[in-house]
Nanobody, 127 residues
Framework: QTRLVQSGGESVKPGGSLRLSCAAS????????MAWFRQLPGKEREGVAA????????YYADSIKGRFTINRDEVKNTAYLQMNALKTDDTAMYYC????????????????????WGQGTQVTVSA
């Protein structure tokens, strides 16, 4: 059973940076895709970024383009979300997700129903 373990969330001032990590353990598939989502209380979950772990193609939500970067360490089976120029609107619970890469992932990564989810990490951006 694949497990996702997240780390890295905390509080930061506007304009600051944070890096979240998501380590996938015991993955037995052939090609894993990973993504980051965020959610505010009472609001729908929003896809933030996604990556093909094998190859490294990346995809981003328009709301964070140019500020957030998703990358990976294939050896460690870990995905990272580097968040720069953080705004108060970025405050949310952040979750990583993973699954065997589905067909059409490049266009449906934000809507795809992932099999595996991390425990969530709170990111608070406040002056």
């Amino acid at each position: 059973q694949t497990r996702l373990v997240q780390s890295g969330g905390e509080s930061v001032k506007p304009g600051g940076s944070l890096r979240l990590s998501c380590a996938a353990s015991e993955y037995r598939g052939s090609s894993i895709c990973m993504a980051w989502f965020r959610q505010l209380p009472g609001k729908e979950r929003e896809g933030v970024a996604a990556i093909y772990m094998d190859g490294g193609n990346t995809y981003y939500a328009d709301s964070i383009k140019g500020r957030f970067t998703i990358n990976r360490d294939e050896v460690k089976n870990t995905a990272y979300l580097q968040m720069n120029a953080l705004k108060t609107d970025d405050t949310a619970m952040y979750y990583c997700a993973a699954d065997d890469c589905p067909a059409g992932f490049y266009k449906n990564w934000a809507q795809y129903r992932y099999a595996y989810w991390g425990q969530g990490t709170q990111v608070t951006v406040s002056a």
